[in-house]
């Protein structure tokens, strides 16, 4: 039988690179006969996390599938240091763009070397939302292209109708930043969509644009992969499948997680408090990799912990300094960000961290909440593990990732749905309060809730998805068909 192979891009951000390793690895164990080619590419300031990340993801392939899957490093640059934030992005894909020609010319000329009908044919290019122009070097190939969104499909719904409202309506969308009343019938939506639960970039004048390229790429790729599930986001995903829609065929093949546990990474501080904690008692508190607060907000936090009582595990992330793009660190000293003598009240029922593995920590039994950013991929992990989320979104799609959670699944309990964190575009006098935040807590904590009996169901639903003859491993295969029915 004839030998397909992928070619993987990612953009370089730890739930990108998580998510697209996860998929590669993931359509490798459906079927013996296909191959993938992974292509790395580094940021200026590449974060040791995603170092680990990347590492792990390396060495936790099975025998199998490692002898299958490449990695291929593309050179790092550094030549970012006075690009606005606006255009970093756009420069330094389109810089990457000859290193990943060189990259796949390479592979193709390996594979003509070998002059063997065994050799694996290149089939296609998988690319995520954030690095569609490369779609541009699988064209200078020949080579289909294929998008995995590391999103959901209620994005993806939403980013389609933005576009279809610009090119066929002239409505910019920026124009609804400045009316925090509008409110959007978006198709694959049961509720109309507030403007202020738009994404940021959408908003941006400098960015909207960019935006508004890649939905256009996305829609002239051959098909669309998407790391959700048909019981979690069925009305978007039918959507988006309708025949007068006009769109690539969408395949729901999630959810893709990475859930190898990290029990060093942790220390066995954390793991033994949490191991001594009743079950369901502890609410866990996260903003993924590059969350962060201010002063005055990490006060109303600690505020509200302390006032609800409730036992926590608290990742507490101090915030970047003002260069461009560096990233997130941990505090040497928590007195100098928490109120007075906060750690020593809260001895009994708390602990702080830094930098948090969030498979290990929300797949114990003493978690029973998530106060959480709503990033996608913390979002499908906690569905996975059971846990209800209280939501406070700081930037990209997470307001809309809430919206969707509390008003449209009844999956989540609201302590904002709208904000933005002042370091993600934000205004920094908009601080949620201590009393917001402890309401939050002490709903997402209800042992009886209706919320947490939705979440129990989609937990059980998110696992049959990806079992022989579940919806998504039934939508991964049909993916795997068309692409095998289209090698020469």
């Given at each position: 039988m004839k030998k397909a192979e992928l070619v993987f891009i990612a953009y370089p951000g730890s739930g990108c690179i998580v998510s697209t390793v996860g998929i590669a690895k993931y359509l490798l164990t459906q079927h013996e006969h296909l191959f993938a080619t992974v292509l790395v590419m580094k940021l200026p300031f590449h974060s040791t996390y995603d170092v680990v990340t990347y590492t792990q993801s390396l060495s936790s392939s099975s025998s199998s599938i490692s002898k299958r899957i490449n990695f291929i490093d593309l050179p790092q640059e550094n030549t970012y240091a006075d690009s606005i934030a606006a255009d970093f992005l756009r420069q330094f894909l389109e810089d990457q763009k000859l290193h990943v020609k060189n990259a796949v010319a390479k592979l193709m000329d390996s594979r003509r070397s070998t002059c063997s009908d065994d050799s694996p044919r290149l089939t296609g290019f998988v690319v995520d939302v954030l690095c569609t122009t490369m779609i541009d070097v699988a064209d200078e190939?020949?080579?289909?292209?294929?998008?995995?969104?590391?999103?959901?499909?209620?994005?993806?719904?939403?980013?389609?109708?933005?576009?279809?409202?610009?090119?066929?309506?002239?409505?910019?969308?920026?124009?609804?930043?400045?009316?925090?009343?509008?409110?959007?019938?978006?198709?694959?939506?049961?509720?109309?969509?507030?403007?202020?639960?738009?994404?940021?970039?959408?908003?941006?004048?400098?960015?909207?644009?960019?935006?508004?390229?890649?939905?256009?790429?996305?829609?002239?790729?051959?098909?669309?992969?998407?790391?959700?599930?048909?019981e979690l986001e069925s009305c978007a995903i039918r959507s988006l499948s309708d025949d007068d829609a006009k769109f690539p065929p969408v395949y729901p093949v999630g959810p893709i997680l990475n859930l190898n546990a990290h029990p060093n990474i942790i220390g066995s501080d954390i793991t033994k408090w949490l191991d001594d904690?009743?079950?369901?008692?502890?609410?866990?508190?996260?903003?993924?990799?590059?969350?962060?607060?201010?002063?005055?907000?990490?006060?109303?936090?600690?505020?509200?912990?302390?006032?609800?009582?409730?036992?926590?595990?608290?990742?507490?992330?101090?915030?970047?300094?003002?260069?461009?793009?560096?990233?997130?660190?941990?505090?040497?000293?928590?007195?100098?960000?928490?109120?007075?003598?906060?750690?020593?009240?809260?001895?009994?029922?708390?602990?702080?961290?830094?930098?948090?593995?969030?498979?290990?920590?929300?797949?114990?039994?003493?978690?029973?909440?998530?106060?959480?950013?709503?990033?996608?991929?913390?979002?499908?992990?906690?569905?996975?593990?059971?846990?209800?989320?209280?939501?406070?979104?700081?930037?990209?799609?997470?307001?809309?990732?809430?919206?969707?959670?509390?008003?449209?699944?009844?999956?989540?309990v609201e302590i904002k749905i709208d904000h933005r964190g002042c370091f993600y575009g934000g205004n920094e006098h908009s601080i949620v309060s201590a009393k917001e935040i402890e309401l939050g807590i002490k709903r997402v904590m209800e042992v009886d809730s209706d919320t947490r009996k939705r979440v129990k169901e989609m937990s059980e639903k998110s696992r049959r998805a990806l079992m022989d003859g579940g919806s998504s491993y039934s939508s991964l295969n049909d993916f795997i068909k068309t692409l095998m029915d289209g090698l020469p």
């Open positions: 190939f020949g080579i289909p292209s294929y998008v995995f969104l590391t999103s959901g499909a209620g994005f993806l719904s939403l980013l389609f109708h933005l576009l279809q409202l610009h090119d066929e309506e002239n409505v910019d969308p920026t124009q609804f930043k400045n009316d925090p009343t509008a409110e959007l019938v978006v198709p694959g939506f049961l509720n109309r969509v507030p403007a202020r639960v738009l994404p940021g970039v959408m908003l941006d004048k400098d960015l909207a644009p960019t935006m508004m390229g890649y939905a256009r790429k996305i829609r002239g790729s051959k098909g669309i992969m998407v790391n959700t599930f048909m904690q009743p079950p369901s008692s502890v609410v866990f508190l996260c903003f993924g990799t590059i969350g962060s607060f201010s002063r005055d907000q990490v006060k109303e936090i600690a505020i509200a912990l302390e006032n609800s009582g409730v036992r926590f595990v608290w990742s507490l992330r101090k915030p970047p300094s003002k260069m461009a793009f560096a990233m997130p660190g941990n505090y040497a000293d928590l007195e100098e960000i928490l109120p007075k003598e906060f750690l020593d009240r809260t001895a009994e029922i708390g602990r702080i961290i830094g930098w948090a593995p969030q498979v290990d920590i929300l797949s114990h039994q003493a978690v029973g909440g998530f106060v959480s950013h709503c990033g996608w991929n913390s979002t499908l992990k906690s569905l996975w593990f059971g846990v209800p989320i209280a939501t406070l979104p700081l930037k990209s799609e997470q307001q809309l990732n809430a919206f969707e959670l509390v008003k449209e699944l009844g999956l989540g």
